[in-house]
Antibody, heavy 122, light 107 residues
């Protein structure tokens, strides 16, 4: 069974750093892209970027480029999303998601983690 | 970026109703479109990909159609478990983008 298990909820202050994680199991971790999706309170879904665990090739949405860093440790099948200096506007639910290719070159999200709620408040 | 626009934003319907949600892309995305269902407090769940292919385990009352820039998700006979928010997403090109979501609520 494919599972993506994310780290727990975080309460941080503005200016603090944070790294959240997503551990994949039940499939070949290095054979699928892992992406991150933000959902602000009461809002829609925003794709932030993704990473290929095999070689750490990373793509970012222009909206998130320079704001976050996506990384991976393939030895432990875990992807990460990190911030160096949080803002109140980073308060949101963050989902990791496996992205499947089906040999078309076009990748779709097929499995999602349970989400990590990040709250940034002074 | 390709903008995805869903309509309506909210839809009130009754059990047994036929429901249609529309998703428009700001430019052609060929058939690289997916639909997700999201229930409150839960992660989204893949329903349909490549416009009309049902993901394994998804009930056949869900169907998708369209091409180019205009797409629809249809629920043929709404069931109690279907009251949720539905999101379309294009994966034709980076950055991947979602519609704003359509909430299907009980009438």
């Amino acid at each position: 069974e494919v599972q993506l298990v994310q780290s727990g909820a975080e309460l941080k202050k503005p200016g603090e750093s944070l790294k959240i994680s997503c551990k994949g199991s039940g499939y070949s971790f290095t054979s699928y892209w892992i992406g991150w999706v933000r959902q602000m309170p009461g809002k829609g879904l925003e794709w932030m970027g993704n990473i290929w665990p095999g070689d750490s090739d990373t793509r970012y949405s222009p909206s998130f480029q320079g704001q976050v860093t996506i990384s991976v440790d393939k030895s432990i099948s875990t992807a990460y999303l990190q911030w160096s200096s949080l803002k109140a506007s980073d308060t949101a639910m963050y989902y990791c998601a496996r992205q499947r290719d089906d040999n078309t070159g076009h990748i779709k999200i097929d499995y999602w983690g349970q989400g990590t709620l990040v709250t940034v408040s002074s | 970026d390709i903008q995805m626009t869903q309509s309506p934003s909210t839809l009130s319907a009754s059990v047994g109703d036929r429901v249609t949600i529309t998703c428009r892309a700001s430019q052609s995305i060929s058939n690289w479109l997916a639909w997700y269902q999201q229930k409150p407090g839960k992660a989204p769940n893949l329903l349909i990909y490549d416009v009309s292919t049902l993901e394994s385990g998804v009930p056949s009352r869900f169907s998708g159609s369209g091409s180019g820039t205009e797409f629809t998700l249809t629920i043929s006979s709404l069931q109690p478990d279907d009251f949720a928010t539905y999101h379309c997403q294009q994966y034709n090109s980076y950055p991947l983008t979602f519609g704003q979501g359509t909430k299907v609520e009980i009438k």
